[in-house]
T-cell receptor
């Protein structure tokens, strides 16, 4: 089955709330990257976390990585309507260079 | 420093025609990756190229699809004799190194086969 499965598939929250998305993968990785995609648009790179890192922050984003469980989470704090988008995790597996394997994504909707 | 540039943004082809998708990587990036995204799905890897070389084409269909990244000019993804199932968004990404760095994506080319 596909590496990089996101959970949940869809998430609807109110503005100001936190949003948490999870990603699981199967093989050994060099890094895991999170991307955002607005409807019909390209991908925007959010954060890269390497296999020897456990947590990373960027503004309102917090990413964790647990290589023993082969899972990662993306937390968006104090969400805004503009955060409405699809969020994908992508893994670069060991020996694969920067070739990325994407999950199916979480559709986040932030309502006013 | 312009980002990854893809053109055209939208492309309509009739069944049996050829589609040519172009990708200019970010300045200083010599590694290019092509991905395909079907509606409501994640991106699927197709091919990885470094200047003049195909490094990994494990995601590329065996027939009708080809890719190149010449010494000069953009990378080209070519689809011959397109069929309706080829309708998708095709994204290109580039990176400065072979591994463990961010990949930056273009806006994609949306191919519609009618």
């Amino acid at each position: 089955s596909q590496q990089g499965e996101e959970d949940p598939q869809a998430l609807s929250i109110q503005e100001g709330e936190n949003a948490t998305m999870n990603c699981s993968y199967k093989t050994s990785i060099n890094n895991l990257q999170w991307y955002r995609q607005n409807s019909g648009r390209g991908l925007v790179h959010l954060i890269l976390i390497r296999s020897n890192e456990r947590e990373k922050h960027s503004g309102r984003l917090r990413v964790t990585l647990d290589t023993s469980k082969k899972s990662s989470s993306l937390l968006i704090t104090a969400s805004r309507a503009a955060d409405t988008a699809s969020y994908f995790c992508a893994t670069a597996f060991t020996g694969g260079g920067n070739k990325l394997t994407f999950g199916t994504g979480t559709q986040l909707k932030v309502e006013l | 420093n312009a980002g990854v540039m893809q053109n055209p943004r939208h492309l309509v082809r009739r069944r049996g025609q050829e589609a040519r998708l172009r990708c200019s990587p970010m300045k200083g990036h010599s590694h290019v990756y092509w991905y395909r995204q079907l509606p409501e799905e994640g991106l699927k890897f197709m091919v990885y190229l470094q200047k003049e070389n195909i490094i990994d084409e494990s995601g590329m269909p065996k027939e009708r699809f080809s890719a190149e990244f010449p010494k000069e000019g953009p990378s080209i993804l070519r689809i011959q004799q397109v069929v309706r199932g080829d309708s998708a968004a095709y994204f290109c990404a580039s990176s400065p190194e072979a591994g463990n760095t961010e990949a930056f994506f273009g806006q994609g080319t949306r191919l519609t086969v009618v």
